[in-house]
Every structure is written in structure tokens, then in C-alpha cells.
């Protein structure tokens, strides 16, 4: 969400050799209208999630997390969605599930359980290990923290609450 409107990435995927169409929808987060699609299929990476810093750049940037190629996040400018290149991580990361910004840090969860954070330049630290079994999803800095999607199997979906991040 990014001034009344809400960002997501979107894709045909079937596995991590095999994904189409990705791109960047944007929408009204009053009525749910679709206002804008950017596809993002050229510079052929997959899209596991996004997170928007408003200060980078001359206008702000668009982080793109892939969930098949953890070596980098992608960046788009977020005005004019025109490719900036890539973030190098000072390590990779598996199976990102997303990514969120906050103060002039991201946080990156892996879907086994860890949670990374990274500044700017990429370098990549542990933050967090989660013990619960099932997918770790989506993530969200929101108040003094974070809410990260588990998703422990049919009827076991749960936010985990972390507070107090630096």
C-alpha cells in the first residue's frame, strides 16, 4: 500500500524455470479498481513480491523480490516503473517469499523460516528463525514491527507478530 493504492506483483508460474507475464499491477485501494499494469517480463526475472521506498532514487523505487533467484532484488523506479537495475545481496537468500522496507532497511523472509534484513548496499544479516513448520510467506512492516503469513497447512493460517525491529 503506497498512497491509496495498493502494488502487487503478479505472474503465470509454474515452477522456476518456467514463469510468464510477470508484472506489476497497481490498484485503487478505496474500490479495488485496476488502474495500471506494468509488465515487468523483459528483464526476465520472477516476481515473489515487492516493497516501495519512497525516498530512493529521484522519485522513489520499487523493490522486486524473486522467489527463484535470491542472489538480487530488482529495482524499478517508481514513477515511471523503468528498470534500475539490480540490488546485489551480499549472500543469496532461498526461496524469498517477499519483501518489506522500513527505515532505510528491508526485510526478506525465506520460505524454510528465515527472516533477513539488508540495507542498501545488500549486506545480507539473520534477523529472525521461526520454528513452525509450513510456508512462510508474505511480509509486512506495519506499526513497530512486522506481520509475517504462515501458512501451516489447511485451516492453520496464522500472522506472526514481531516487534521492535531496528
Not at 506489476?24 to 513480491?49: C, K, P, T, W, Y
Not at 530488482?74 to 522496507?101: C, H, I
Not at 521461526?130 to 506481520?147: C, P, T
Request: charge should be negative; charged fraction near 20%; proline fraction near 4%.
Amino acid at each position: 500500500y503506497f498512497e491509496g493504492k495498493l502494488y502487487i506483483v503478479a505472474e503465470a508460474w509454474a515452477s522456476c524455470t518456467n514463469f510468464a507475464n510477470q508484472s506489476i499491477l497497481i490498484f485503487d485501494a478505496a474500490s479495488l479498481g485496476r488502474l495500471e499494469v506494468h509488465n515487468v517480463s523483459a528483464q526476465n526475472h520472477e516476481v515473489a513480491g515487492l516493497a516501495i521506498a519512497p525516498r530512493d532514487g529521484v522519485g522513489g523505487v520499487i523493490y522486486v523480490a524473486s522467489y527463484c533467484d535470491g542472489s538480487k532484488i530488482f529495482k524499478y523506479d517508481l514513477r515511471t516503473f523503468e528498470d534500475l537495475g539490480p540490488l546485489p545481496l551480499s549472500r543469496p537468500l532461498s526461496n524469498l517469499q517477499g519483501v518489506a522496507w522500513h527505515g532505510g532497511r528491508f526485510y526478506a523472509p525465506e520460505d524454510g523460516g528465515d527472516l533477513y534484513t539488508f540495507t542498501g548496499d545488500g549486506r545480507v544479516s539473520l534477523l529472525y528463525h521461526d520454528l513452525h513448520n509450513g510456508s512462510h510467506e508474505g511480509l509486512k512492516y506495519a506499526g513497530l514491527g512486522l506481520r509475517w503469513l504462515i501458512d501451516e497447512g489447511p485451516g492453520k493460517k496464522r500472522i506472526h507478530y514481531i516487534s521492535a525491529m531496528p
